[in-house]
Structure formats: C-alpha cells, structure tokens
C-alpha cells in the first residue's frame, strides 16, 4: 500500500512538473518530495505497536532494532520543505505581478 502511494505521488509529481505554468511546477515539487519522504520513511523498519528502537526480551542486534534516523531525517526535510514552497510561493506570486502571466517560458500560449 505503501509503495503504491509513493508510486501515485511520484508520478502525479513529474506530471506537474512537467506542466507551463509555474504553480503547477511548485505544486509537483511538492508531490515529488512528499514522495521521496514516504520513501525514506518506509525504509526505516517502520513497526506498529512496538518500541520506537529497542524491543524488551529481544537480543540487542540489528534485526531488532529500528533505526530513528528515517525519522529524523523525515521531520526535518518536512520542515525545509514547507519554507522552501512558501518563498517560492512568494516568488511566483512576485514575478506574476511583474510579468503579467505564469508560464514557465514567460509567453503566453495563442
């Protein structure tokens, strides 16, 4: 279920990036790095109702462990990620009101 969000997000993400206007690009950024988060996060022997790294009554090794540095990661590139769209958002709202239109080229099409 997990690989199938990820594999949605992804590709809703390039499709966005790949449209002329530029709220569109931001928008598919977006989706693109919540994509990449998921990922991350996924691979970070996620466990439901266990202990967040060392299981009680288990030998202390690698196969019982998991690991917190997805989520660190994860929290953090959600933090930059949400400054970095919100001063591109500025950005673009900026240059709207400069050039009159919000195509990735500057042109309008006919």
């Known amino acids: 279920m997990i690989s199938l969000a990820i594999g949605v997000l992804a590709s809703a993400g390039v499709w966005l990036v790949l449209r002329p206007r530029t709220f569109q690009v931001l928008i598919g950024l977006s989706l693109l790095s919540y994509a ?4 991350i996060f996924s691979v970070g022997s996620l466990s439901i109702d ?4 060392v299981q009680p009554g288990l030998a202390l090794d690698l196969v019982n462990y998991t690991d917190p540095l997805p989520q660190a990661l994860v929290l953090t590139a959600i933090v930059i990620g949400f400054a970095t769209t919100a001063l ?3 950005v673009l709202l900026a ?3 400069l050039s009159g239109g919000d195509h990735v ?3 309008e099409e006919p």
């Not at 990449?36 to 990922?39: A, D, P, Q, R, W």
């Open 36 to 39: 990449v988060n998921m990922f």
């Open 50 to 53: 266990k202990e967040p790294i």
């Open 88 to 90: 591109f958002l500025v």
């Open 95 to 97: 240059l709207r009101g």
């Open 105 to 107: 080229d500057g042109e």
